[in-house]
């Protein structure tokens, strides 16, 4: 028989040879899962990278191909051939003018004519201190392609406009019967390219075109537009100067960095610096033969990172279940085999007893250790619920946050109003004081003290703006209250003042002669006013009559709540799409698109609807419908009835 002490350690022994195998099976099993779901991963986006590359590219081959008749037609009008033959002997306003009509027709960035020498004769921008009239586009290939008797294409940045364009060119024949022909003059058309990027900007990828030398000139990443993807040598740079095809730009490097290469054309990447470093990506390239052109889509790898955790952590969780399966059948058996020999030795004498004792009490350990087993998770699941409650409030916080700053970013845009407002009482401050220390000087304290009086009125009426910004930007609380509408279409009339008068609109009130209550919270209800009048001052800017009109209809259980402008109305493709987060129609810089959004979630927080349509007349219409209340004597009777309660 071994000796115990030897047995112990035995056991010990296969114990810790168990648990090594267990962990090195259960790491084994999670890296393998891991590994199969990153690859299953990869393929599902790169198929999704394969499908948005194609329709991309057909979008772009689209823009571009749809204008490549333009110079071809320009150049048979009678018109230009006239002014071609002769163009010191004529005005070239009235083909500027017409040249400028085709521009705006067809969407195009420019139009202009070259003589055979490459000087422009006349041009769409004649009016635009750029004007491309007077310059010599020798250099350009779209030039020489024509001049040769072709269709010219060319793309580049504009030397004069600096915008980046695509440039079609058609020659311009006076007589091309005579056997030794060539043209006379070349028209040509620039397409700007910018309109393509921002359809890029909605996509969940980056997107970029380059050329034969690998320069970015294209891309939905603005930091990555006219850079390299690889550094350029300096026979490159020299070939690109000598078309300032890039003007002067300098044209660095984008800092991509391969980190493994999946296929001829797909494979996973970084960025040493710049907007995208420190993020991988799968880059999905694709040739466009046509343009001489390479597409390129930057896919974030996320999903696959996602994809991988989760099916290691679903393997580790299987595995896990398995092994306590097993230990728990091993244990179950154990303790049969236990009970048996007990049953055994209970026919001995005491030492058999003591054994007995011995299994007994390694019973209990093992509860006790399996208790604080169970402890312990019940502190990780409190713990876990405390800090999705602490997520929860933090959520609350970041929204309310997000209304303050969409309040503040209001008041950047009154900034120059509220300037007027302020400038004018300040001038006449200053008037006033300088002629009341005259009247000092001459001892006339009565108009000195008069003068005074003014400075004291001006003074106040400033505090009076300044209570407005005070009021408009302070915080909303969470008590809802009785609240009168006409008294928050006031207060954000005041706000506007400024504007108003500039743009001399004229406001119409429809609403009752009594005061119109509703049940909310007065500060969030004049920011959603004040956001909807923003907007509709901002799309009377071009108005010839601008009229906003501001209207209230009550029912006995709800009051609607009116704001419309007579301006240009809401595209209907966008009228589904305009209480979207961060969908905006204004230029790039005007705007985040939250004004709405946010507007939206406050009305729905106030237990009411916030719609947007268009008027018949034309014109924009949103439409508040809020709970109706009986005002302040509802609001005590309220408080008195939860007293009484409580």
Not at 148 to 172: D, I, K, T
Not at 209 to 218: C, I, M, P, Y
Not at 311 to 327: D, E, H, R
Not at 544 to 559: F, G, K, Q, Y
Request: with cysteine; aromatic share 6%.
């Amino acid at each position: 028989m071994p000796h115990p002490a030897t047995a112990s350690k035995h056991r010990r022994l296969a114990r810790l040879l168990l648990w090594g195998l267990g962990l090195a099976g259960l790491a084994l099993c999670m890296w393998q899962t891991a590994q199969v779901a990153r690859e299953q991963a990869l393929q599902s986006l790169r198929q999704d990278a394969e499908n948005e590359l194609r329709l991309s590219a057909a979008g772009l081959t689209g823009h571009l191909s749809r204008h490549d008749y333009l110079p071809e037609v320009l150049a048979t009008r009678e018109t230009v051939k006239r002014f071609l033959a002769s163009p010191d002997s004529q005005d070239p306003m009235p083909l500027n003018r017409l040249l400028d009509r085709f521009r705006a027709t067809a969407g195009v960035s420019d139009i202009y004519l070259l003589d055979r020498d490459a000087n422009t004769l006349a041009a769409s921008n004649w009016h635009r201190p750029d004007t491309f009239i007077g310059q010599n586009y020798r250099y350009r290939r779209y030039y020489q392609e024509a001049i040769a008797g072709r269709n010219g294409r060319f793309f580049g940045l504009g030397v004069q406009s600096r915008e980046r364009g695509y440039y079609f060119s058609a020659p311009v024949w006076l007589d091309e019967t005579a056997p030794d022909a060539r043209p006379d003059g070349v028209m040509v058309v620039k397409v700007l390219l910018t309109a393509v990027e921002g359809s890029w900007a909605e996509q969940d990828a980056e997107l970029l075109v380059t050329d034969r030398d690998g320069v970015v000139f294209l891309a939905s990443q603005p930091a990555l537009r006219l850079t390299a993807l690889e550094p350029l040598g300096e026979a490159q740079r020299v070939t690109l100067r000598a078309s300032r095809r890039y003007a002067d730009e300098p044209l660095p490097p984008t800092g991509l960095r391969p980190l493994e290469h999946r296929d001829e054309r797909t494979r996973l990447v970084t960025f040493a610096r710049g907007p995208l470093a420190g993020q991988h990506y799968l880059s999905l390239t694709r040739p466009m033969p046509a343009f001489d052109w390479q597409m390129h889509i930057l896919k974030p790898l996320t999903p696959v990172s996602s994809a991988q955790w989760v099916s290691a952590s679903l393997a580790g969780g299987f595995y896990g279940l398995m092994v306590l399966g097993g230990g728990i059948g091993w244990q179950r058996l154990r303790l049969r085999r236990e009970r048996e020999r007990f049953a055994e030795r209970e026919r001995f004498a005491e030492r058999e007893r003591l054994t007995l004792a011995r299994a007994r009490d390694e019973l209990e350990r093992n509860v006790a250790n399996r208790t604080r087993d169970l402890v312990a998770t019940n502190r990780r699941l409190s713990d876990e619920i405390e800090e999705r409650r602490r997520a929860e409030q933090s959520l609350r916080e970041t929204r309310d946050e997000l209304v303050q700053a969409a309040k503040l970013a209001v008041l950047g845009q009154l900034a120059a109003g509220i300037n007027h407002e302020l400038n004018q009482p300040l001038a006449a401050i200053r008037a006033y004081a300088e002629n009341a220390r005259a009247f000092i000087a001459r001892s006339r304290a009565e108009s000195a003290d008069a003068n005074l009086g003014q400075i004291v009125e001006l003074t106040e009426r400033m505090a009076e703006i300044s209570a407005q910004l005070r009021q408009f930007s302070r915080k909303s609380g969470d008590t809802l209250t009785a609240v009168s509408v006409q008294s928050c279409f006031d207060y954000a009339l005041r706000l506007f003042q400024a504007r108003l008068n500039e743009g001399e609109i004229t406001i119409e009130r429809r609403w009752p002669e009594t005061t119109a209550w509703v049940r909310a919270d007065p500060v969030r209800l004049e920011q959603v006013l004040v956001n909807l009048i923003g907007n509709a001052l901002q799309a009377l800017a071009e108005s010839p009559s601008p009229c906003l009109t501001l209207a209230i209809e009550t029912t006995p259980e709800r009051v609607s709540i009116e704001v419309a402008d007579n301006g240009p109305g809401i595209p209907e493709d966008h009228l589904a799409r305009i209480f979207e987060p961060f969908f905006t129609t204004k230029s790039t810089g005007s705007g985040l698109g939250l004004g709405l959004s946010i507007s939206g979630r406050i009305i729905d927080d106030l237990g009411g609807r916030l719609e947007a349509r268009n008027a018949p007349g034309g014109g924009a219409r949103f439409t508040i419908t809020l709970p109706r209340d009986t005002g302040p004597d509802g609001d005590r009777a309220r408080t008195k009835e939860q007293s009484h309660h409580a």
